[in-house]
């Protein structure tokens, strides 16, 4: 299959190993994983970081020349179900961002062996009936080293996956849709705590049928209905105590 790799733009652009390097030159960086997943399997898969925009030169500065893009995803560009490696860099309020995207034709075919891309880990297994997506961000055992990491604010530092299929049947993150789960991974507790950011979903190519409710949505229905259940009990009971009871006439008994 032929292969295209199109750069929309010439220019250093960065990845989420390097922007771990240099997270907090700013006082926001944002890092963005979206995975899409089409009902034959194929889809694209598309990291993005955004720095504020007065502290973007500084960050690109800072960082090596081995941690751009096109270096760490140049493996991928030769893969035969990779079809398209596209850059992008642009600005949208207050944030820069750069991005590389990939469109693929098999993910269990390029991801079915778990591939590394620094301290992130990828991999798309096909079941019986199903397929699992599972991807871990380790610091502590990687190869990243980051002088200082323990005196950085990383409070508001927060790394966004987005998983969309036909059908989700299974997640540890939260589940927005029926085809989309969704993690918010602190990286404070990865990169000062030691943490292991572990994400898994298992997900279905064949579309979801029916009317999904988000759990989020449908919990404080749930917990709702009780507490109308429960407040209508009391009510029936006051009522029978105090009207029915009282109504009838009092009888005597005799041992």
């Known amino acids: ?11 250093p652009t960065l990845f989420l190993l390097s922007a771990i390097c ?3 030159l700013s006082g926001c960086v944002s890092l963005v994983q979206e995975i899409t997943v089409l009902d034959d399997g194929s889809g694209t898969l598309r990291f993005s970081i955004g720095v504020e925009n007065d502290q973007y030169d500084a960050f690109v500065e800072g960082t090596p020349d081995g941690f751009r893009l096109e270096n760490l ?15 992008d860099h642009y600005t949208e309020g207050n944030l820069t961002w750069d991005t590389v995207e990939m469109t693929i034709t098999d993910f269990t075919a390029v991801f079915g062996q778990m591939r590394r891309i620094g301290p992130m880990r990828i991999e798309f297994v096909a079941g019986d009936d199903d397929y699992r997506f599972t991807q871990t961000i ?19 530092a927060t790394s966004v996956v987005t998983l969309s299929t036909p059908q989700i049947i299974g997640t540890n993150g939260l589940q927005t849709a029926s085809g989309v789960s969704t993690w918010s991974i602190p990286m404070e507790e990865v990169l ?15 579309p979801f049928e029916g009317v999904f409710i988000p759990w989020e949505v449908f919990f404080p229905y749930v917990v709702i209905g009780f507490l109308g259940l ?11 105590n105090t009207v029915i009871r009282r109504d009838k006439e009092p009888t005597l008994k005799f041992k």
């Open 73 to 87: 995803f140049e493996p991928f560009s030769r893969d035969e179900n990779v079809t398209m490696v596209r850059f």
């Open 1 to 11: 299959m032929a292969m295209m790799i199109k750069i929309r733009k010439i220019r």
């Open 22 to 24: 240099l997270l907090f």
């Open 138 to 156: 380790d610091v502590a055992n990687s190869p990243l080293v980051i002088p200082g990491v323990n005196l950085m604010d990383l409070s508001r």
């Open 192 to 206: 000062q705590g030691g943490s292991t950011a572990f994400l898994r979903s298992n997900f279905m190519l064949d």
């Open 230 to 240: 429960g407040g209508i009990s009391v009510f029936i009971i006051i009522i029978f």
